[in-house]
């Protein structure tokens, strides 16, 4: 049964649904255990756009609540209680819009969307929306086009079809539960459903909270990353204009004067935004190159310089389209930007848009604009070599183990078993590393650390031979030897890397560690891929994501815990002396009152490594915590 909750009395008037009040909905509701939960808003924004409908319910009955008439404050205690399960799908977006509508914070929470988003993790081509569940578990064609028609709705009667609407909804959701829970006790995956379905809410209070945006400092950086895109630009045409390779793509000479020199003087009919067009110019230096991608563009960027100017033109170029005007279209009415998670990759990582946030330079340039309020400051934690740390403890090497738990430069300590005596005899005198087993200045050192360094981060990515050689400049032959004599020094990781990598191809799925289980399946596998020869591309690829899956996703089950052990720590509440406000790969960011700042640093710190060994129980694993009044890496 559907009831409207409109402010008007209990009348009937539809054959679809009967009148009730608030109190009804709080009397039926408070003796449940399981509800399902929804809104309907005049938009996407919720700091501009109202929450107009708010439906609560399960499968017997379902409240439609009209709240730009009907306030849901009565119904606070049961949305802010743990013990009442609150079934969503896609939660964010309705708490986001209940908290600022209502102040009322949700707790206790299932999300469908990101049930079934653990549960199909990997599969191409599959819909998580909705209408996509409804049809997949119940056979059911939900007309989402009644969903677009609340858009703009000011104060006209819900018409019968959305009220409707509305209702089944939270009735769906109950239903898809059901044919949810089966599927992840079968692949046990309890214990990451659990853990999505926590740190939602602490995403949901990031994107909530935003970060604030110091728009002139930005501006500043806008304009001077245009200027230099520019600069590169006449950089690159003058260039063309100095080699006879290239002079089909200059035009007559046009009109000059006394001042102006001849090879300047030329047309250059060359769009460099256009891959198509610089693809053309550099096919006339590199026959053999068919497109302008990064992998192909860093190949050849040291034994060309024009090459090599395009790379640092379209770096210019991206930063000026990513982070110049439209970069602005993203700050609110409240001059904050307020991005959007995606939570489950897949890996388990997390990405966002609206705008990337995961993607804003690492260099401190941009990051710095965004600031802290007057009386607080940022307070930020990431995670020492978190990845590095997985490894180790997935593969127990005993040679990263013993440096971990020594506090040892990693690198350099791999470097020296890699290269042996050409990295002891690289050493000068006072060097840190050889009296330390600290980082060293030692120029060759230096190298040969970066060689190695480059090898152990690319372990948690899959990096091969070809990558390996684009990124040190270097023969693939050349690579394809360190790689070799890197494994001679580290054979156990070597097996724990394969012992992934052969799990992926022959059982079609990957799982990260205890005690998550996250599971990433692999669509293009099949039971006969092993005898297929036409299959070595999917073979490989399957192996890469094996053996990097495990490592990223057990980085992104601690720091997700972290986020949940901070989210129960602030609460949600907007009067909470610490606020999350971001969070990119292994880092957290919060700020925090500045009479609270000793309190928080020490408790961060200690949720932060409490969160760390649930995955990597060895205990070796820490966290570091820096304070500014801007955001920082």
């Known amino acids: 049964m559907i009831h409207l909750v409109d402010g008007s009395s209990k009348t009937v008037p539809s054959p679809h649904y009967q009148s009730a009040m608030i109190d009804d909905v709080v009397r039926y509701c408070q003796t449940k255990q399981i509800l399902g939960v929804d809104t309907e808003t005049e938009g996407f924004d919720f700091t501009t756009k109202k929450m107009i409908m708010f439906q609560i319910g399960d499968e ?36 986001k819009f209940i908290k600022k509508w209502s102040d009322i914070i949700c707790e206790g929470i299932y ?69 949810q829970l089966p599927l992840v006790d079968r692949n046990q995956l309890n214990k990451v459903i659990d853990l999505e379905n926590e740190v939602v809410l602490a995403f ?35 260039m063309v204009t100095l080699d006879p390779r290239l002079d089909r793509f200059i035009s007559k000479y046009v009109q000059a004067d006394l001042f102006t020199a001849a090879e300047d003087l030329r047309k250059i009919d060359i769009k460099w935004t256009s891959p198509k067009q610089v693809l053309e110019v550099f096919q006339c230096l590199v026959p053999k190159l068919d497109n302008v991608n990064g992998k192909q563009m860093y190949k050849y960027r040291f034994q ?25 279209k993203n700050l609110s009415s409240d001059n904050k930007i307020h991005t959007n998670f995606h939570q489950i990759l897949d890996t388990g990582r997390v990405s966002s848009s609206k705008p990337n946030m995961q993607q804003i330079p690492a260099d401190n340039i941009y990051r710095n604009c965004f600031t802290a309020p007057d009386g607080w400051s940022f307070v930020s934690a990431d995670y020492s070599s978190q990845e590095l ?8 090497d005993p040679v990263w183990i013993k440096a971990l738990q020594n506090n040892e430069d990693l690198h350099s300590t791999c470097a020296e078993l890699v290269y042996g005596e050409e990295w002891l005899n690289a050493a000068e005198d006072d060097c840190a590393y050889m009296k330390l087993r600290m980082k060293c200045n030692c120029p060759k050192h230096k190298k040969l650390r970066t060689n190695v360094k480059t090898i152990n981060f690319g372990l948690a990515y899959g990096m091969g031979p070809n990558k390996l050689a684009d990124t040190l400049n270097i023969s ?49 596998w099949y039971p006969k891929i092993w005898n297929n020869k036409s299959s070595v591309m999917e073979l490989g690829s399957i192996e890469r994501a094996s053996k990097n899956t495990p490592i990223q996703g057990a980085s992104a089950d601690m720091t997700k815990k972290a986020l949940v052990l901070m989210r129960q720590y602030t609460k949600g509440f907007d009067d909470s002396p610490v606020k999350i406000v971001m969070t990119v790969h292994d880092q957290i960011d919060t700020i925090c009152r500045n009479d609270y700042l000793d309190i928080w640093k020490s408790d961060m710190k200690d949720l932060m490594e409490v969160a760390a060994n649930e995955v990597v129980t060895n205990g070796l694993l820490k966290a570091e915590v820096t304070v500014s009044n801007c955001w920082e890496k």
């Open 60 to 95: 017997n009955q379902q409240f439609v609540i009209d709240t730009r008439r009907v306030s849901i404050e009565p119904l606070r205690n049961i949305l802010q209680n743990k013990n009442i399960l609150k079934i969503f799908h896609n939660a964010k977006f309705d708490y």
């Open 204 to 238: 949901a209070d990031i994107e909530y909270n935003g970060l604030d945006l110091d728009s002139e400092s930005w501006k500043k950086i806008e304009k001077v990353n245009t200027e230099k895109a520019d600069n590169l630009q006449d950089s690159l045409d003058h």
């Open 476 to 524: 693939v032959d050349g690579a394809k030897v360190l790689i070799e004599k890197y494994f001679q020094a580290f054979p156990a990781i070597k097996g724990f890397l394969d012992k992934l990598g052969n799990f992926g191809k022959k059982f079609g799925y990957i799982k990260t560690f205890p005690p998550y289980n996250r599971k990433r399946w692999f669509s293009t």
């Open 389 to 396: 740390n997985v490894i180790a403890f997935g593969s127990k």
């Open 304 to 328: 060309y310089p024009l090459i090599d100017k395009y790379v640092k033109y379209k770096e210019a170029m991206k930063l000026c389209t990513s982070y110049g005007d439209a970069f602005f």
């Open 111 to 179: 999300d469908t969307y990101l049930v079934e988003r653990v549960l199909n993790c990997g599969k191409q081509n599959y819909g998580y929306g909705l209408k996509d569940v409804c049809k997949r578990y119940l056979d059911v064609d939900l007309d989402k086009e009644v969903r677009s028609k609340f858009i703009g709705l000011a104060s006209k009667p819900f018409t019968d079809n959305q009220i409707v609407y509305g209702a089944k909804d939270v009735e769906y959701l109950i239903k898809i539960r059901t044919h």
